[in-house]
Structure formats: structure tokens, C-alpha cells
């Protein structure tokens, strides 16, 4: 056999290798499409501080962005570090990065997300349990059966040993806090069905909420849709259903603030999403606040 005739194959089983331990690096990773949680304005805490050479290793060190600096507990019979995301989060993956310690070992640790802050509570579940040291490493870790949704995020140990972090990073969405619904439905109609599934019709108080409300009402197959914003004809003036003022507006320019009685306001689902008057009787795709 000639040399070349031996390599060839050889070569080509080492490109097959390349490619699947390509393809396990990119399939460890986060599912893409999820973007990256800004965390370093977010709140961390943890279940003790250690303190050395008058430096506090606090929570907030594991998500300053720096990969040099860490959080670091006292040995506990349990020990943990949260971070509280200061909004409602769909979690996809959490990454840790810790740098080569002796004393780094997270093998056994869950991490946990919840609504509130206790680790036990019933509105906390897994997402994972850590099988890694995490030491010199960036290890990820997928949430088991898919992302989660959650404001706080937990590492929690239970097995005697340390917490530390240098780096945490997680990718998820926020939630937003309106949803269109996609029916046809008289104002009254559209009041009851956002009270009875979610929290109530939008109410729009300020121009960044106008903003996220405009951009859900793209979605609407009507021309316009409802807000909870109705004229009470007997005094003449606009209230919105949770009992606010309007204080801010975004009134199409001819549209009068005087009305007959059974109107309502409705968002225009293109443009620059004004507001027009519009009958009571009238069906059009609403928004809930959730
Ligand atoms: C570390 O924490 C202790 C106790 O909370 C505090 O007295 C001290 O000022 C802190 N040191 C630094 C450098 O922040
Ligand atoms: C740590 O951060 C530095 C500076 O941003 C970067 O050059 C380095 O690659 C990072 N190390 C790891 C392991 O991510
Ligand atoms: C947190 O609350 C949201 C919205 O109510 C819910 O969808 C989610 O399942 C809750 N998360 C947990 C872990 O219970
Ligand atoms: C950790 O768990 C993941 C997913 O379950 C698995 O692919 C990986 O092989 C495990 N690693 C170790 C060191 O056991
Ligand atoms: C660890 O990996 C994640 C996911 O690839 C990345 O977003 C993060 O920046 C990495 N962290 C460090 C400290 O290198
Ligand atoms: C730690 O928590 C896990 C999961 O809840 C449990 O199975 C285990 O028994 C606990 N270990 C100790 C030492 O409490
Ligand atoms: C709602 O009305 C629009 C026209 O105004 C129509 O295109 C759409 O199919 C209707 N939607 C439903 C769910 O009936
Ligand atoms: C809604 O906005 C679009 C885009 O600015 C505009 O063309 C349309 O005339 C508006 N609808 C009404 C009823 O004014
Ligand atoms: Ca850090």
C-alpha cells in the first residue's frame, strides 16, 4: 500500500471527528435565538460573605462582568447565591464560569427558578442539576425539559461546600407585560374577556407603555384595537379602566376630547398608533394587560 493510500482515510476519520465534536460544542451551548439577560443591573445575594484581606467576595461579584473577580460563601451545611431579575423571565440556560481553585466544586448543586425568593417555596422548580466542578471552565446548563419562567435565579447547594461564582451569564426573554388577543369583540365584550383570562383591558400611562402597546397592536388582523380607556358621558371626561386619569394621550389631532356617550378609545394598529373614538358596538382585536 502506498503511504497516501493508509492517510487518506485517516484523514478523513479526523475530519468526521472535527465535525462532531463541533457539533457537541454547539449542541452544549444554549438552543440560539435566545439573547443574553444584562445582569450587572440586576440584585444578588447569598447565604454568607466570605471576607478576606478586607475584601467582601459578595453576590454581586459573580455578575459585575468581570471574569477576574468572584462570589464566595463560608462553609454551611447549605449554602446558596440568588439573583433577583427584577421582572418575570423565560430562562433558556444558565452559564458558569469559574476560575482553576482548589476548593471550587459545585458537582451536586441545583439551580433553581421561582417566582419568589425561597428556595423551597412551590412556585420554585429546577432547572438543572450541576454534574460539573465548574473549575476552570465556562460550563452551560440547559434547563431540563425546556426554559422556565422565573424572576429569581438560584444556585443552591445542599451538600456542605462552598458557592463560588466568578462569572454568571444566563440567555432567556422577558415577558412582556401586554398580549393582543386576536378576536373580534365588542369594547365590553373585550373588558370581560381580559378581566376573566388575564388582568384587565390596557390601560396606557406613560409613552414607554404606548410604546410596547403599539408594537403589540402590529400584530392585529383589525384596524384598531381596543384600550380600556371609555368616556363617562354624564361628566364628560376620559377615565381608564383602572380607575387612572389620562395624564398622558396620544389623540389623532382631529379627534375632539368631547364625545357622544357609548364611546371608547380604540389604538390605531399602524402608524404611530394614535387614538381615535370609536362606537362601543364597534368588534375589533384588543389588548389585555397580563
Ligand atoms: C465588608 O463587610 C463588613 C461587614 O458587613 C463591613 O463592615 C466592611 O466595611 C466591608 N468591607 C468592604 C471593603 O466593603
Ligand atoms: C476573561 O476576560 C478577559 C477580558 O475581558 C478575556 O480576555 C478572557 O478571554 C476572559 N477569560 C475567559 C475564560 O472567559
Ligand atoms: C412564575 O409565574 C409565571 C406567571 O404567573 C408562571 O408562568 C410561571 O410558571 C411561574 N414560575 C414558577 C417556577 O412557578
Ligand atoms: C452532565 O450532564 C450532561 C447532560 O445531562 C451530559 O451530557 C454530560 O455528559 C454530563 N457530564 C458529566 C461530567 O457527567
Ligand atoms: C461563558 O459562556 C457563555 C455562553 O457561551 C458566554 O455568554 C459567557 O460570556 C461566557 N463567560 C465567560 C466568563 O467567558
Ligand atoms: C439535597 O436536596 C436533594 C433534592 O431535593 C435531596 O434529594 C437530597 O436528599 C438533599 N441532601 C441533603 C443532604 O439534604
Ligand atoms: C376580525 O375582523 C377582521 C376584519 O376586520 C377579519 O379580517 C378577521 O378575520 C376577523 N377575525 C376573526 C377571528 O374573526
Ligand atoms: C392609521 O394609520 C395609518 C398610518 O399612519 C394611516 O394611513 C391611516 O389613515 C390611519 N387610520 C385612520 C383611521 O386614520
Ligand atoms: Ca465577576
Known amino acids: 500500500k502506498t503511504r497516501s493510500e493508509v492517510l487518506l482515510p485517516l484523514f478523513f476519520f479526523f475530519l468526521f471527528f472535527v465535525f462532531l465534536t463541533l457539533l457537541s460544542l454547539t449542541s452544549s451551548g444554549c438552543s440560539p435565538g435566545w439573547e443574553t439577560i444584562k445582569l450587572?443591573?440586576?440584585?444578588?445575594?447569598?447565604?454568607?460573605?466570605y471576607t478576606a484581606s478586607g475584601v467582601n467576595y459578595t453576590a454581586?461579584?459573580?455578575?459585575?462582568?468581570?471574569?477576574?473577580?468572584?462570589?464566595?460563601?463560608?462553609p454551611q451545611p447549605i449554602s446558596w447565591w440568588t439573583v433577583d431579575l427584577l421582572g418575570l423571565y423565560e430562562i433558556s440556560c444558565i452559564s458558569i464560569y469559574n476560575v482553576n481553585q482548589d476548593n471550587i466544586d459545585l458537582r451536586g448543586a441545583r439551580i433553581l427558578i421561582g417566582n419568589s425568593s425561597e428556595r423551597n417555596a412551590a412556585d420554585t422548580t429546577e432547572c438543572a442539576t450541576i454534574n460539573t466542578?465548574?473549575?476552570?471552565?465556562?460550563?452551560?446548563?440547559?434547563?431540563?425539559?425546556?426554559?422556565?419562567?422565573?424572576?429569581?435565579?438560584?444556585?443552591?447547594?445542599?451538600?456542605?461546600?462552598?458557592v463560588i461564582l466568578c462569572e454568571v451569564t444566563m440567555k432567556g426573554r422577558k415577558k412582556e407585560p401586554f398580549k393582543l388577543i386576536k378576536e373580534n369583540k365588542t369594547w365590553e365584550d373585550a373588558l370581560y374577556h381580559c378581566r376573566e383570562e388575564h388582568m384587565d383591558l390596557v390601560s396606557i400611562l406613560?409613552?414607554?407603555?404606548?410604546?410596547?402597546?403599539?408594537?403589540?397592536?402590529?400584530?392585529?388582523?383589525?384596524?384598531?384595537?381596543?384600550?380600556?380607556?371609555?368616556?363617562?358621558?354624564?361628566?364628560?371626561?376620559?377615565?381608564?379602566?383602572?380607575?387612572?386619569?389620562?395624564?398622558?394621550?396620544?389623540?389623532?389631532?382631529?379627534?375632539?376630547?368631547?364625545?357622544?356617550?357609548?364611546?371608547?378609545?380604540?389604538?390605531?394598529?399602524?402608524?404611530?398608533?394614535l387614538w381615535y373614538k370609536k362606537s362601543v358596538y364597534d368588534k375589533y382585536n384588543f389588548i389585555c394587560a397580563v
Not at 236 to 241: D, K, L, N, Q, T
Not at 247 to 272: H, I, K, L, Y
Open 60 to 74: 454581586d461579584r459573580a455578575l459585575d462582568g468581570d471574569n477576574t473577580t468572584g462570589s464566595h460563601t463560608v
Open 133 to 162: 466542578t465548574t473549575k476552570g471552565e465556562n460550563n452551560t446548563f440547559n434547563c431540563e425539559n425546556g426554559p422556565k419562567w422565573g424572576r429569581y435565579v438560584t444556585v443552591y447547594k445542599n451538600t456542605s461546600g462552598l
Open 206 to 273: 406613560d409613552k414607554e407603555t404606548q410604546g410596547w402597546v403599539g408594537l403589540e397592536a402590529q400584530k392585529a388582523d383589525t384596524p384598531f384595537v381596543w384600550l380600556g380607556l371609555q368616556y363617562i358621558c354624564g361628566f364628560g371626561f376620559w377615565i381608564w379602566v383602572n380607575d387612572q386619569c389620562v395624564f398622558f394621550d396620544q389623540w389623532a389631532p382631529d379627534e375632539t376630547r368631547t364625545a357622544v356617550c357609548s364611546t371608547r378609545a380604540a389604538m390605531n394598529t399602524s402608524g404611530n398608533h
Open 40 to 49: 450587572d443591573d440586576k440584585v444578588a445575594f447569598q447565604s454568607s460573605v
